[in-house]
């Protein structure tokens, strides 16, 4: 019997680098699909994007979609489209993302908190603690599912303050990962790959949904990161995230919080649920 497969797609958004100017987080998404579903998942976007544009040569991306200068330069004006036709292919592409042979995985990174919480140079890069959070959490889903995964990764151009490609400190962080496990909770990575696959997004349909997820949760924390550590009755949510929440990875009780979506640092003071 030939093993289940399943492919993470994952793209970034935030600034990677620590300081006053940039972000206060840095988040990575992923968009997990079942290798036998890849082809007709990116085939129905196709056909979304033919539909609207007359060709399948476009790429969703979502700074593009909400900056009204971008939407005018990347979408109507080089396709003759309506702004109204354009707001009507976001909903279509936001209504496939709900379909249930997706499942997203996000981690958030407070970068202030991380320096607070780790001084004197103590704190990790972001980009490498998020990426940890969101490759344990994918290994356990493989795991459940009893599948192997795959990995690939939105190309990343820059380098860290000290000149090391951004990159290369990815796929480094990842062998240590695949070879040694977690040297905090000592989680170890059967199910993943020797090391990730990189691709730019222009090419791939799915990884143009990791970019539209990774975007929403990063939004999820911009506007509502502290709610998140108050706890209360009711989260407040980014509106384009709240109908993909159910495609998060959740708990048998459904909660989302360290299952779907990881935040670090964390105080644990809630666990907030996706209710039905």
């Known amino acids: 019997m030939t093993q289940k497969i399943l492919r993470i797609y994952i793209d970034d958004s935030g600034e990677k680098e620590y300081g006053p100017k940039t972000s206060r987080f840095f988040v990575y998404a992923g968009v997990i699909v079942d290798r036998a579903n890849e082809q007709a998942i990116s085939a129905e976007i196709d056909q979304l994007k ?16 909400r900056m ?5 330069r990347r979408y109507v004006e080089p396709f003759g489209i309506s702004e109204d036709r354009l707001t009507q292919f976001v909903a279509e592409v936001g209504q496939l993302m709900t379909s249930d042979r997706v499942t997203y ?4 990174i407070d970068k202030p908190a991380m320096l607070e919480r780790y001084p004197d140079g103590q704190a990790w890069y972001a980009s490498a603690t998020a990426y940890q959070f969101l490759l344990q959490r994918y290994e356990r889903h493989c795991a459940d599912a009893g599948a192997i995964g795959q990995i690939t990764i939105d190309n990343m151009d820059g380098s860290s303050a000290k000149n090391n490609q951004w990159r290369d400190l990815l796929r480094l962080h990842h062998n ?13 990575f059967p199910s993943m790959p020797a090391a990730p696959l990189f691709a730019t997004s222009k090419s791939l349909n799915l990884l143009q949904l990791a970019d539209l997820v990774a ?17 209360g009755a009711r989260l407040p949510v980014y509106p384009p995230l709240a109908p993909l929440l159910k495609r998060f990875r959740l708990s048998p009780t459904g909660v989302i919080e360290a299952w779907g979506i990881m935040k670090w640092p964390h105080a644990r003071k809630s666990k907030w649920a996706v209710k039905p």
């Open 105 to 108: 995985l996000a981690a958030a």
């Open 68 to 72: 009204p200068y971008e939407r005018r």
């Open 215 to 231: 975007y929403n949760v990063y939004r999820q924390f911009r506007d509502h990161g502290d709610a998140w550590e108050k706890g």
């Open 176 to 188: 240590r990962l695949k070879k040694d496990g977690c040297n905090i909770t000592k989680m170890k």
């Open 50 to 65: 033919k539909t609207a544009f007359g060709t399948t040569n476009v790429e969703i991306k979502s700074n593009w979609l």
